[in-house]
């Protein structure tokens, strides 16, 4: 009861800078992975190459296993994507043992902070780092299972909305990366202005400096028909995602501001 | 006269999937990585640790040595974030080579592709990847510069409406990364709904499922000044920057549904 479960930390993942912002609950990190639109994901190409490099690709956190899991309790993360030949090759060979060692990442701005000097300026964000190794999924009602996880989070609903199932061509076209998550970290800046106090009493500066935040959310337009497009209202299940995450948006960013954190936690 | 400089293709930065969306030229590729409020840093932490890690970080395209080159002209990437000793310390070991292999990455998501069948769900979306070299940044000179190009980046014009220069502390404990772009490559999504003839040729599929393009763009909200800004009125840097990134966000997010792409290039 009251449980919260939390990522180990391992030294790659722990936040040494602005601890305070940092959170290991498997919750909150879930969430900020789950409402991004896209992940980015860091893997080595090769031993012959020194650059690890990274594919923009969708994801979800979820568990096949168990499917009533909880946003903050273990879960996998299922990726889809321009999945090169390459990433697919890699995650492919290492089947036979742990997986491919990845990197996912994700971050959202919520605020510009305009201060007094550029070094305090900074943004109201949210990001995560999750370590995993990926496996091809390979079972057909697992993938079916994660196709529609994955597509239900670009629209809530569309899967059922859309032609389905997927016929045989496209379960086989289609890749699903299962990530085994090792451990994961996220942080979250919220709040609003903070200066020094070498600026804060300096009149002459305070006297032509403005400062506040500029909050920044991600919005949906109008939905715009496809030329071949035969129905003539917009379904509710798209109206209602748009006005809801809209909503959701906005609110966020603009709350963010006026959140205060305790003076030693500032900046 | 009329030369577009290109990012050499390597195996590892060749986009092998949708090949009609992908650029090589620098002005392209530099002027994504420009619009970016995040860019994604991506190395590894060292050989013990299997996983490559990643940043969020801010950073710009630039050239100190010769700062009237153009978008399309070689450019550095110059990064600053909230760099952990880690990537600080690895960036500084590196000195004497040729530096921390890194791969840089972003992606902004301009609309959701709502297709008939879940296989044919698309973003529209530009996205960029570079692999380099990164080092720290030691001349004074060529930081102060890069601090007032990142700075700027965040809002036009705010390095000269703050409190500059930054003192001694303020320039000592900041850290630019500069990083030597070894490639570089870019994909770019737009256009409307594309499905395949077994869907669009079903009439029981097409007079029930809606097809179309939600635009989806960044907005920046109205400046909220902080409780002890003094000055009444909001700046016009900040309220230009404001007014003219929303226009050009929805506008993008709009206009490039209404591209059309040859019938071979969609999808």
Redesign the interface.
Known sequence: MGRTLTYPKR???T????KHRATYDLGAIHSIVNAS??L?V????GPD????????MIGQMGSFDYPSAGIDEPQECYLHG?V???IMNLARNAEAGEGL?????T?K?DG?I??????S?S?N?R?V?L?GYAKLVTSEEEKLWA??LI?NS??TD??D????P?DRA?MS??VILKVAI?DGSG?IRDG??S?ERK??G?EE???????????????????????????SE??DH?TNF?AKNNERN?DY??RA?HITLPVEEQH
């Open positions: 030294q790659a993942n936040v040494n800078r602005y639109q896209v980015h860091s893997f080595n190409p190459d020194p650059f690890p490099t990274i594919l923009p321009y090169s030949s390459r060692p990845i990197c996912i990442a971050s701005v510009i305009l201060s007094l000097t550029p070094n300026h943004y964000y990001s780092v370590h196709m529609k597509t670009v629209v569309r899967w909305n859309s032609r389905v997927p496209e076209s289609t090792v942080k609003g202005v200066d600026d804060t300096n500066v305070t006297n032509r400096i403005w400062t506040g935040v500029v909050p920044v959310w991600e919005t949906f337009g109008d939905p715009i028909p496809s030329v071949s497009n035969k129905i917009v379904p798209i748009i906005r960013a603009q501001v």
